[in-house]
C-alpha cells in the first residue's frame, strides 16, 4: 500500500519529490487512544482520491510520492521515539526529499523538527491546533503530544493558529513567551486574519497538523475533539497563503484515531496531505 495508490512509476524513491512517513504511535495519548490507526487509515483512503487537483489545476502526484516503511512504535519511552523519527527524517533529508509525517499522536512531530531544522537552521514552524500544547511536562515526560509547542519553542520560533484549550499555566508561558498565537475565532473572523498570520511566516518552514484544529463537525475523529474550530476552507486557505511566502521543507498530519464505519475524517485527512503536497511543491521556487 502506498499513498494514493500510484504505479510503481511515480513512487520509486528515487524519482519523487515527497516521501511519506507513517508512525502508528500513541504511546502518550489521553482522553481517547487510537491514532497509532491513523496512518493506515490515511493510506487506505488516500487510494481512493481524485489524483487531479483542482485547486492547483495539477496533478500532485507526477512529481512523485514514495512510501516509506511505517516506523515500528518504541514502548520504551516517547524520548526514544523522538529520537527514532528524527533518525528516519534525517535520511529523506539527506536525500533532498520532502519528509511528510503520518501520525500518530503530536509527540512524534518533535523528532521530525529537529531534524528539519539542523538541515535549516533558520527553520520556523506553524502548528495548526485546538490545544496549546505548552505544557512543560505531562504525566511523567518533557516529550508528551501535551508538550510539543514546548519542545518546539525552545528550538526555533513557533507561530500558532486555531488554539482553543489550555491549561491556566501555560496560558501564563504563553503571554510570557513571544509565541504568536491565534485563536480558531480569530482564523474564521475573515481573510484578512488569514493575511496577518501568514504574514508572520517567511523562510523555511515546518507545518504540523492536528487534525483537531477543525471544528468537530468536520473532524470529529481526533482524541481530543474540542468544539468551536475552524473549517477546511479556513485552513486550507491559511496554508495557500503560507505557502506564497514560506518554503515548505516538511509537514505532518497527526491524531486522527479512525472512527468505525466513518470514513470521511480519513478522507479530509488524506485531501489535506495531498493538498499539502501540492502547497510545497509551489515553494519550491522562492
Known amino acids: 500500500m502506498n499513498f494514493g495508490g500510484l504505479d510503481p512509476e511515480f513512487c520509486a524513491l528515487g524519482q519523487s519529490a515527497f516521501v511519506v512517513i507513517p508512525v502508528p504511535y500513541d504511546l502518550t495519548s489521553t482522553y481517547q487512544s487510537g491514532s497509532r490507526r491513523g496512518p493506515l487509515a490515511i493510506l487506505e483512503a488516500s487510494g481512493n482520491m481524485e489524483l487531479y487537483d483542482e485547486e492547483l489545476?495539477?496533478?500532485?502526484?507526477?512529481?512523485?510520492?514514495?512510501?516509506?516503511?511505517?516506523?515500528?512504535?518504541?514502548?520504551?519511552?516517547?524520548?526514544?521515539?523522538?529520537?527514532?523519527?528524527?533518525?528516519?527524517?534525517?535520511?529523506?533529508?539527506?536525500?533532498?526529499?520532502i519528509p511528510v509525517l503520518l501520525g500518530g499522536e503530536h509527540s512524534v512531530s518533535l523528532g521530525a523538527v529537529q531534524a528539519v531544522r539542523r538541515k535549516y537552521p533558520g527553520l520556523s514552524v506553524l502548528q495548526l491546533d485546538a490545544h496549546a500544547d505548552l505544557r512543560d511536562a505531562y504525566q511523567?515526560?518533557?516529550?508528551?503530544?501535551?508538550?510539543?509547542?514546548?519542545?518546539?519553542?525552545?528550538?526555533?520560533?513557533?507561530?500558532?493558529?486555531?488554539i482553543r484549550s489550555m491549561s491556566a499555566p501555560e496560558a501564563l508561558y504563553l503571554k510570557d513567551s513571544g509565541i504568536r498565537s491565534f485563536s480558531a475565532d480569530f482564523v474564521m473572523a475573515g481573510e484578512e486574519n488569514l493575511d496577518r498570520i501568514s504574514e508572520l511566516l517567511e523562510g523555511d518552514l515546518y507545518i504540523t497538523v492536528d487534525l483537531d484544529a477543525l471544528d468537530p463537525a468536520f473532524m470529529p475523529a481526533t482524541g481530543t475533539p474540542e468544539p468551536g474550530g475552524i473549517d477546511w476552507r479556513a485552513l486550507t486557505g491559511l496554508l495557500r497563503r503560507v505557502s506564497?511566502?514560506?518554503?515548505?521543507?516538511?509537514?505532518?498530519?497527526?491524531?486522527?484515531?479512525?472512527?468505525?464505519?466513518?470514513?470521511?475524517p480519513d478522507f479530509l485527512a488524506a485531501k489535506l496531505v495531498y493538498r499539502m503536497m501540492g502547497y510545497a511543491g509551489l515553494t519550491a521556487a522562492l
Do not use: N
Not at 507526477?62 to 527524517?89: F, Q
Not at 515526560?141 to 519542545?151: E, L
Open 57 to 97: 489545476d495539477r496533478e500532485t502526484y507526477r512529481s512523485g510520492i514514495h512510501t516509506a516503511p511505517a516506523i515500528e512504535a518504541d514502548a520504551s519511552g516517547p524520548e526514544s521515539m523522538v529520537l527514532t523519527v528524527r533518525e528516519r527524517v534525517e535520511e529523506v533529508l539527506d536525500l533532498e526529499k
Open 140 to 162: 511523567g515526560t518533557p516529550f508528551s503530544h501535551a508538550c510539543i509547542a514546548r519542545r518546539i519553542v525552545e528550538l526555533c520560533p513557533l507561530v500558532q493558529a486555531g
Open 244 to 264: 506564497r511566502r514560506a518554503r515548505i521543507r516538511g509537514f505532518d498530519v497527526v491524531e486522527l484515531s479512525p472512527l468505525p464505519g466513518l470514513v470521511a
